[in-house]
């Protein structure tokens, strides 16, 4: 696998991981005791921290890119072990 495509991909994750990541630890203003500001929704953060995001974020991707690279190389799970649709060996799929 080149180098670009693997930067590729660990940049899909990474961005798939910052969403995940994003609400752990946040805290609204009402559960953080702190005073709200005129018009500001009752679910908006008080405590968001992006840099803390961004470290949970780089290590989840960091460690699931290491995991995707692993089973690439080592063939651990192939497409034909997630075969769903339990077509019979032999078939033939097609018309006529």
Same mark, same amino acid.
């Given at each position: 696998?080149?180098?670009?495509? #693997?930067?590729?991909?660990? *940049?899909?994750?990474?961005?798939?991981?910052?969403?995940?990541? /994003?609400? *752990?630890?946040?805290? $609204?203003?009402?559960?953080?005791?702190?005073?709200? $500001?005129? @018009?500001?929704?009752?679910?908006?953060?008080?405590?968001?921290?992006? %840099?803390?995001? #961004?470290?949970?974020? $780089?290590?989840?991707?960091?460690? #699931?890119?290491?995991?995707?690279? %692993?089973?690439?190389?080592?063939?651990?799970? $192939?497409?034909?072990?997630?075969?769903? /649709?339990?077509?019979?060996?032999?078939?033939?799929? @097609? #018309?006529?």
């Amino acid at each position: 696998m080149r180098w670009y495509s #693997i930067l590729a991909i660990w *940049f899909l994750v990474w961005v798939l991981c910052a969403f995940v990541v /994003m609400p *752990f630890g946040i805290r $609204t203003h009402d559960e953080a005791g702190h005073e709200k $500001t005129p @018009g500001q929704a009752d679910s908006a953060p008080a405590n968001f921290r992006p %840099l803390k995001v #961004i470290l949970r974020a $780089t290590v989840l991707s960091l460690v #699931i890119c290491g995991l995707f690279l %692993l089973n690439y190389s080592e063939g651990w799970i $192939t497409r034909d072990d997630l075969n769903v /649709m339990n077509v019979p060996e032999g078939f033939a799929s @097609g #018309i006529g």
